[in-house]
């Protein structure tokens, strides 16, 4: 299986600043997961996770500075509050991790 996010960051290169992927619920939860090293969730955990995302829900990893080590990443805080409306509870970021 190919990590994509990791491709891509490597087609990207180091140092080229902020890279944003849009997508749906269980993108977030993909790219993440690839990007922090963890393994894929089930599907059971996959649905139940993605029914926590709202519209327009965002998380946010950073690379941690790892002196010339492999990178890792870390989930931060957004730089912004999520959106939120109605229909849609606040999105708390934390249950990506």
Not at 18 to 45: D, K, W
Request: charged share 15%; glycine share 8%; with cysteine.
């Amino acid at each position: 299986m190919v990590n994509l996010t990791k491709l891509l960051l490597k087609i990207v290169g180091p140092g080229a600043g902020n890279i944003m992927f849009v997508g749906h619920a269980a993108t977030l939860e993909s790219c993440t997961r690839q990007l922090i090293g963890a393994h894929p969730c089930s599907l059971q955990e996959l649905t139940k996770l993605v029914q926590k995302v709202p519209y327009c829900g965002m998380c946010v990893c950073q690379e941690s500075d790892s002196g010339g080590k492999a990178s890792t990443w870390d989930f931060i805080d957004p730089p912004v509050p999520p959106l939120t409306h109605a229909p849609n509870v606040r999105f708390d970021w934390r249950c990506m991790q």
